[in-house]
């Protein structure tokens, strides 16, 4: 069969008969042939491919950062879509090359920072694109993510409700606030917000991305506070060692220590054991992301949308009313 008549087959714009059809399908199927994204886009302008940056920055915790992958993958997927995954320095340096070259119909950014040179440059090019994050300033683009200011309030007002007057916070690792990570820092914004209603004294140490220098950094925290009788903790990789750190001390929880903290999806039962607080849903949050922008590259005229998804708390008993003191 010629060329032509297996273009006509594929892209329907000229009829054919039911047999020929037939055949070029069958040849496609043996073949396993796809279209190529260039090619399609210039028959379609559409590629039918996503975007993902995700540069897995110095605080990102990779257990935690491939949660977020995959939702993004599986709810593309979902739309029909294939994602072209991005990460380091890439990342940063790609999106004019891959919008202007059209690889890619729109683009999902995680890892959003406050000035984020990605969102400035895909705003400048009036790109499609979705954050997963809240800078400040930026509201002309779509955004979606927990509520992070809402989630640190919640906290505290766990431990500070069953009587706790002096919390340690045991926040995101410092290279986070460095960086200008949003959700680091209206997490402790809500959790300094609710101190202050709420008269209680939070000391907060950093988190760190390695075991054992969080174990370090707890045990410090505990010889030079000694009134602390709760935690918060913002990290979800932190929980592990802060409960490594309490039991090789011999504390128990939540009879010595209340804890409470943020954990990720089903991954967190895996970090620790299981903690009061808040669940950080990679699914939800992507599947949301997704949604956003496929909906935007469907009525590109759309307003701006942001999306604040809330915190729901759940009580799994590591909250109790402080020890009595001697």
Not at 50 to 63: G, K, Y
Not at 120 to 147: F, H, I, K, S, Y
Not at 179 to 186: I, Q, V
Not at 261 to 290: C, H, W, Y
């Amino acid at each position: 069969m010629s060329r032509s008549t297996v273009s006509y087959a594929l892209s329907g714009k000229r009829s054919i008969s039911s047999e020929m059809k037939a055949r070029v399908q069958a040849a496609v199927r043996e073949l396993e042939f796809y279209p190529s994204a260039s090619g399609r886009a210039l028959a379609t302008a559409r590629t039918n491919t996503l975007a993902l940056l995700a540069p897995m920055a110095e605080n990102a915790t990779p257990e935690v950062a491939l949660q977020f992958v995959s939702g993004v993958v599986q709810s593309a997927r979902s739309f029909g879509y294939d994602i072209l995954l991005v990460t380091g320095e890439e990342a940063f340096t790609s999106v004019d090359r891959l919008d202007r070259a059209r690889q890619v119909d729109g683009f999902v950014i995680l890892d959003v920072e406050d000035s984020d040179p990605r969102a400035l440059a895909l705003q400048e090019n009036g790109a499609a694109c979705v954050l997963v994050g809240m800078p400040e300033g930026v509201t002309d683009l779509d955004r979606v993510d927990l509520d992070w200011r809402e989630a640190g309030t919640s906290l505290l007002e766990a431990l500070a409700g069953a009587g706790h007057r002096h919390v340690g916070l045991v926040g995101a690792p410092s290279v986070a606030y460095d960086l200008g990570m949003t959700y680091a820092a209206r997490f402790r914004d809500g959790v300094a917000a609710a101190a202050q209603r709420m008269q209680v004294r939070v000391t907060e140490v950093p988190a760190h991305n390695d075991f054992f220098e969080t174990i370090a950094t707890i045990r410090a925290l505990l010889e030079t506070e000694a009134g602390i009788t709760g935690l918060v903790i913002q990290h979800e990789a932190a929980v592990a060692p802060v409960f490594s750190a309490l039991k090789t001390a011999g504390y128990e929880v939540p009879r010595d220590y209340s804890v409470v903290g943020m954990s990720i999806d089903k991954l967190g039962f895996q970090f620790a054991p299981p903690t009061s607080g808040i669940v950080n849903s990679s699914t939800e949050i992507t599947r949301q992301a997704v949604s956003l922008l496929i909906e935007r590259l469907e009525d590109p005229a759309l307003e701006a949308r942001s999306i604040l998804i809330s915190p729901e708390y759940r009580d799994l008993a590591t909250v109790a009313p402080p020890r009595p003191t001697a």
